[in-house]
T-cell receptor, first 113, second 111 residues
Framework: NAGVTQTPKFQVLKTGQSMTLQCAQD?????MSWYRQDPGMGLRLIHY???????DQGEVPNGYNVSRSTTEDFPLRLLSAAPSQTSVYFC????????????FGSGTQLSVL | SQQGEEDPQALSIQEGENATMNCSYK?????LQWYRQNSGRGLVHLIL?????REKHSGRLRVTLDTSKKSSSLLITASRAADTASYFC???????????FGSGTRLLVRP
């Protein structure tokens, strides 16, 4: 039982490049979500999913795409990276749609030059 | 703007003292949760208090919730150097799957 696994841990991109941040959980959790954390700030919700095939926008969805083709995986795509997307990205999941405690991954530190 | 706002933004205390952090929010909620983040790491859930509860305890943690004032407080008693971390409140708005985080309080416990 590995919990919530995020890859890569670090990534440097050039402006305009695209990439996918990976998030996987092996706990059969129904709900998965992506947050970003900027220096000295709290977490802001980007997108979330309440099950395979179901996704919705959070507080700051612009510039990011998500899909949920399986229960286990919830990738976050940056189609054309911008310096404003430099941040630490966290994936989090919970067993059901019921708004209970989240289990977090260890994060991906992304720099866009 | 974020749902939860915490104060103080930073807190420095001596080991053994109590630490109190406050969180205010804007909309009606189903529950409120507190998380801890050690430097550069993912968040860890500490405690959840439901909207119909006023106080909850877990070890050295005590959480209160006042829905009329839309505020919560987290008290850490007999603090230890290992409690040094950032602490975040997160609110679960009514009829929403989202969990919205506040800006956090950075706690430094001096040995």
């Amino acid at each position: 039982n590995a919990g919530v696994t995020q890859t890569p841990k670090f990534q440097v991109l050039k402006t305009g490049q695209s990439m996918t941040l990976q998030c996987a959980q092996d706990m059969n959790h129904e709900y998965m979500s992506w947050y970003r954390q900027d220096p000295g700030m709290g977490l802001r919700l980007i997108h979330y999913s309440v099950g395979a095939g179901i996704t919705d926008q959070g507080e700051v969805p612009n510039g990011y795409n998500v899909s949920r083709s399986t229960t286990e995986d919830f990738p976050l795509r940056l189609l054309s990276a911008a310096p404003s997307q430099t941040s630490v990205y966290f994936c989090a999941s919970r067993p059901t749609r019921v708004n209970e405690k989240l289990l977090f991954g260890s994060g991906t530190q992304l720099s866009v030059l | 703007s974020q749902q939860g706002e915490e104060d103080p933004q930073a807190l420095s205390i001596q080991e053994g003292e109590n630490a109190t952090m406050n969180c205010s929010y804007k909309t009606s909620i189903n529950n409120l949760q507190w998380y801890r983040q050690n430097s550069g790491r993912g968040l860890v859930h500490l405690i959840l208090i439901r909207s119909n509860e006023r106080e909850k305890h877990s070890g050295r943690l005590r959480v209160t919730l006042d829905t009329s004032k839309k505020s919560s407080s987290l008290l850490i008693t007999a603090s230890r150097a290992a409690d040094t971390a950032s602490y975040f409140c997160a609110t679960a708005p009514d009829s929403s799957y989202k969990l919205i985080f506040g800006s956090g309080t950075r706690l430094l416990v001096r040995p």
